[in-house]
């Protein structure tokens, strides 16, 4: 290793790493168009979220004075100016590959069309929606002594209008306005088709308010109209111990995030100075400034790729979930009761899910159902079967996250929903975000009580199981069912501390039973028997985690991680980590599940979490990890472990300077989510 290298990947820099790797699915001509599509919208998505949450924290610490270094060796200066140029050279890649996408499109028969290129036909039907839908949902936002700047809302895109009037005076000041372009309508406004013509063809809607802008400012001439975007601060700054009640106080952040301090500026392509000037010192922005080569806001191609009808030749296969064959014959309890049953999201039905809740909200000997919630669907049967659960007298728990960050109103609109059904709903505990993922039912059979337990990888979101590939495990061992009483019961009242029999619960005792289990490898290996750690998440970033695997590699363990995202730690170096191996896989579905495998010896043992390797999930979340005891369920888990390891397709090896590379190898091309679709043949124990 370089001498002047650091021993660790900064967070940071390895997220902007990351969303490359979703960029470069948008370049990848092997993926249909519509798909690359998406994807573009994705990278923009990401970096909104990045810009408003990560940068936006290193611009605090920057105004703070703060100029300590972090354990990767960046002061908040520092990282900031390399961010920004990344940051930089990433966004004009994006549009590259935007335009490449629309020439593909075009000659696809999707087109994108300026004003200046329609016919007149076309040009009516517009003129005529503008009239009758645009117009009166526009709003003109003059600047001048009596109607100071407005606030302008984060993420959100408007249209910067420079006027003047007939014979004013060359040396005089133009007239500033502002309009958004409301995002109530449509991006994309769909055209006639032309004659003997089958092509798709799209005009944007600012294109459409520019064209009608004067309609707007009556005895004015337009100087210019440019697009302009601001992202603003949107980290909650919650007094969780000073609250006397937290679901008013994350009401009342929701609310201050409107004035979030602008983060960034992004404006249209040879935007006139004049208004790129007004907009810098109104906004106080001298320096994260992005000019667009482009369309701001890429995010809108998803619900354009999603919503075009037809084209399926320019989309992925669909793939149906199936529903787990396990209940195909009798019911989820009778199947629970008897044997342990894995579900692998997407390829199998998040319906599994929903119905075991139902089941026992419509169960008459079902007596308790405990559940944590962090993102739920907007339309969650799950919230249904609890509330409906609680209403025919049962009793029913929700330890529901307030503070799930961009969902927090969503989740505010759930809690008061389930309150008013009836049941128990827990916020968590001050100071931690409860992020583990379980389900409890406490079913009365043949005179005493037995324990159902749904543990996943994954959110209870019947959306994102459609989008995400996760685990989730149904069991009604007794250890385990006795550990998630034990769990729901710290969270919901006082209690000392437990002695988990099966669990790892952060931020207790997760790090420490990590450690134990690494530390349990090194001995193997120093004791001259093989030693191997498997471990799939999204991240890894813990400092003292990452010294622990330094540890381990050393002494001989084999270490293979599959993570998808931030990765700090920096594998095959000599003397420090020459026996780890990273990869990350960027594919069609968002690999989300966190799955961990020890050798000890030949006694493998594989674990479930809901937790990433970060010092947040280690140290600040209520998490979970929980052992699969079945030893065929073992061999299933892997299985997609070794799955995953061997795609040559999609999987980026990380190398010791930091960069990502595509595996190459001779073996026969393995991309391993189009073999995870294939349910019967993972689960090869049945």
Same mark, same amino acid.
């Not at 827990?426 to 379980?438: C, D, E, M, S």
């Not at 409890?440 to 037995?450: D, F, N």
């Not at 729901?488 to 209690?495: A, C, D, Q, W």
């Given at each position: 290793?370089?001498?002047?290298?650091?021993?660790?990947?900064?967070?940071?820099?390895?997220?902007?790493?990351?969303?490359?790797?979703?960029?470069?699915?948008?370049?990848?001509?092997?993926?249909?168009?519509?798909?690359?599509?998406?994807?573009? %919208?994705?990278?923009?998505?990401?970096?909104?979220?990045?810009?408003?949450?990560?940068?936006?924290?290193?611009?605090?610490?920057?105004? %703070? #004075?703060?100029?300590?270094?972090?354990?990767?060796?960046?002061?908040?200066?520092?990282?900031?100016?390399? +961010?920004?140029? !990344?940051? #930089?050279?990433?966004?004009?890649?994006?549009?590259?590959?935007?335009?490449?996408?629309?020439?593909?499109?075009?000659?696809?028969?999707?087109?994108?069309?300026?004003?200046?290129?329609?016919?007149?036909?076309?040009?009516?039907?517009?003129?005529?929606?503008?009239?009758?839908?645009?117009?009166?949902?526009?709003?003109?936002?003059?600047?001048?002594?009596?109607?100071?700047?407005?606030?302008?809302?984060?993420? /959100?895109?408007?249209?910067?209008?420079?006027?003047?009037?007939?014979?004013?005076?060359?040396?005089?000041?133009?007239?500033?306005?502002?309009?958004?372009?409301?995002?109530?309508?449509?991006?994309?406004?769909?055209?006639?088709?032309?004659?003997?013509?089958?092509?798709?063809?799209?005009?944007?809607?600012?294109?459409?308010?520019?064209?009608?802008?004067?309609?707007?400012?009556?005895?004015?001439?337009?100087?210019?109209?440019?697009?302009?975007?601001?992202?603003?601060?949107?980290?909650?700054?919650? =007094?969780?111990?000073?609250?006397?009640?937290?679901?008013?106080?994350?009401?009342?952040?929701?609310?201050?995030?409107?004035?979030?301090?602008?983060?960034? +500026?992004?404006?249209?392509?040879?935007?006139?100075?004049?208004?790129?000037?007004?907009?810098?010192?109104?906004?106080?922005?001298?320096?994260?400034?992005?000019?667009?080569?482009?369309?701001?806001?890429?995010?809108?191609?998803?619900?354009?790729?999603?919503? +075009?009808?037809?084209?399926?030749?320019?989309?992925? /296969?669909?793939?149906?979930?199936?529903?787990?064959?396990?209940?195909?014959?009798?019911?989820?309890?009778?199947?629970?009761?008897?044997?342990?049953?894995?579900?692998?999201?997407?390829?199998?039905?998040?319906?599994?899910?929903?119905?075991?809740?139902?089941? %026992?909200?419509?169960?008459?000997?079902?007596?308790?159902?405990?559940?944590?919630?962090?993102?739920?669907?907007?339309? &969650?049967?799950?919230?249904? %079967?609890?509330?409906?659960?609680?209403?025919?007298?049962?009793?029913?728990?929700?330890?529901?996250?307030?503070?799930?960050?961009?969902?927090?109103?969503?989740?505010?609109?759930?809690?008061?929903?389930?309150?008013?059904?009836?049941?128990?709903?827990?916020?968590?505990?001050?100071?931690?975000?409860?992020?583990?993922?379980?389900?409890?039912?406490?079913?009365?059979?043949?005179?005493?009580?037995?324990?159902?337990?749904?543990?996943?990888?994954?959110?209870?979101?019947?959306?994102?199981?459609?989008?995400?590939?996760?685990?989730?495990?149904?069991?009604?061992?007794?250890?385990?069912?006795?550990?998630?009483?034990?769990?729901?019961?710290?969270?919901?009242?006082?209690?000392?501390?437990?002695?988990?029999?099966?669990?790892?619960?952060?931020?207790?005792?997760?790090?420490?039973?990590?450690?134990?289990?690494?530390?349990?490898?090194?001995?193997?290996?120093?004791?001259?028997?093989?030693?191997?750690?498997?471990?799939?998440?999204?991240?890894?970033? =813990?400092?003292?985690?990452?010294?622990?695997?330094?540890?381990? &590699?050393?002494?001989?363990?084999?270490?293979?991680?599959?993570?998808? #995202?931030?990765?700090?730690?920096?594998?095959?170096?000599? #003397?420090?980590?020459?026996?780890?191996?990273?990869?990350?896989?960027?594919?069609?579905?968002?690999?989300?599940?966190?799955?961990?495998?020890?050798?000890?010896?030949?006694?493998?043992?594989?674990?479930?979490?809901?937790?990433?390797?970060?010092?947040?999930?280690?140290?600040?979340?209520?998490? +979970?990890?929980?052992?699969?005891?079945?030893?065929?369920?073992?061999?299933?888990?892997?299985?997609?472990?070794?799955?995953?390891?061997?795609? =040559?397709?999609?999987?980026?090896?990380? !190398?010791?300077?930091?960069?990502?590379?595509?595996?190459?190898?001779?073996?026969?091309?393995?991309?391993?989510?189009?073999?995870?679709?294939?349910?019967?043949?993972?689960?090869?124990?049945?």
């Amino acid at each position: 290793m370089n001498k002047l290298m650091s021993p660790y990947v900064n967070r940071d820099l390895s997220w902007v790493e990351f969303n490359r790797r979703v960029l470069e699915e948008a370049q990848d001509q092997d993926n249909p168009l519509l798909e690359r599509a998406k994807f573009l %919208a994705i990278v923009a998505s990401n970096l909104d979220e990045f810009m408003s949450v990560r940068v936006a924290g290193i611009q605090d610490q920057i105004k %703070a #004075g703060y100029t300590k270094h972090d354990f990767t060796g960046y002061s908040p200066a520092g990282l900031w100016k390399r +961010l920004m140029k !990344r940051t #930089g050279l990433m966004v004009a890649e994006q549009y590259r590959t935007y335009r490449e996408v629309l020439r593909g499109l075009t000659k696809e028969g999707i087109c994108f069309r300026q004003i200046d290129e329609l016919n007149a036909h076309q040009l009516k039907a517009v003129d005529d929606y503008f009239l009758e839908i645009v117009f009166p949902v526009l709003t003109p936002m003059a600047v001048d002594q009596s109607r100071p700047f407005p606030l302008l809302h984060t993420k /959100e895109l408007y249209l910067s209008v420079l006027l003047g009037r007939e014979n004013m005076p060359e040396e005089e000041e133009p007239f500033f306005a502002i309009v958004q372009v409301p995002s109530i309508l449509s991006r994309f406004i769909p055209l006639p088709n032309r004659v003997n013509s089958k092509k798709s063809e799209y005009l944007l809607l600012e294109q459409l308010i520019e064209r009608h802008i004067s309609t707007l400012f009556n005895g004015y001439t337009m100087i210019s109209v440019d697009p302009f975007r601001l992202t603003r601060n949107a980290d909650l700054t919650l =007094n969780e111990e000073g609250a006397e009640d937290l679901l008013e106080e994350i009401e009342k952040e929701i609310r201050r995030r409107r004035w979030g301090l602008p983060v960034r +500026l992004e404006y249209g392509k040879d935007m006139h100075p004049y208004a790129l000037q007004m907009l810098k010192e109104e906004l106080e922005q001298g320096e994260n400034l992005f000019e667009i080569d482009g369309p701001l806001d890429l995010s809108f191609l998803m619900k354009f790729a999603s919503a +075009l009808p037809g084209y399926d030749n320019l989309r992925f /296969e669909r793939i149906e979930p199936e529903y787990p064959h396990e209940f195909d014959e009798d019911d989820m309890f009778s199947v629970i009761r008897q044997e342990d049953v894995l579900l692998y999201h997407p390829y199998e039905s998040f319906e599994a899910v929903t119905d075991f809740v139902t089941d %026992a909200a419509h169960d008459p000997d079902v007596l308790a159902i405990k559940m944590t919630l962090y993102r739920v669907s907007g339309q &969650s049967a799950l919230v249904q %079967a609890l509330a409906m659960a609680a209403e025919s007298g049962k009793q029913v728990t929700v330890v529901l996250e307030l503070k799930a960050r961009f969902d927090e109103e969503r989740n505010i609109a759930w809690a008061r929903q389930l309150e008013k059904a009836g049941c128990h709903v827990v916020y968590g505990l001050v100071g931690l975000k409860t992020h583990a993922k379980i389900t409890l039912v406490v079913r009365k059979e043949q005179g005493m009580l037995r324990r159902y337990v749904h543990v996943g990888t994954g959110n209870y979101n019947d959306s994102t199981a459609k989008l995400y590939t996760d685990i989730g495990l149904f069991t009604s061992h007794p250890i385990i069912g006795a550990d998630a009483s034990a769990l729901f019961n710290e969270i919901t009242g006082y209690s000392s501390p437990y002695e988990w029999k099966a669990f790892g619960v952060a931020p207790t005792d997760l790090k420490q039973k990590l450690f134990d289990l690494v530390e349990r490898e090194k001995q193997h290996a120093a004791n001259g028997k093989p030693a191997h750690i498997i471990a799939k998440m999204n991240s890894l970033s =813990n400092q003292e985690m990452i010294d622990k695997l330094y540890e381990a &590699s050393q002494a001989g363990v084999r270490i293979e991680l599959i993570v998808r #995202g931030v990765c700090c730690l920096r594998p095959g170096v000599p #003397g420090q980590s020459e026996n780890i191996r990273v990869i990350s896989i960027v594919d069609r579905f968002l690999e989300h599940s966190r799955i961990m495998y020890f050798h000890n010896g030949g006694d493998e043992e594989v674990y479930l979490s809901s937790a990433d390797w970060m010092t947040r999930n280690l140290t600040r979340r209520i998490e +979970l990890m929980c052992p699969v005891f079945d030893a065929k369920l073992r061999k299933t888990l892997m299985n997609v472990l070794r799955l995953n390891l061997e795609d =040559n397709k999609k999987a980026r090896e990380l !190398r010791s300077d930091g960069n990502y590379e595509s595996v190459q190898n001779e073996l026969p091309a393995l991309r391993s989510q189009f073999q995870a679709k294939n349910i019967r043949k993972w689960k090869s124990y049945r």
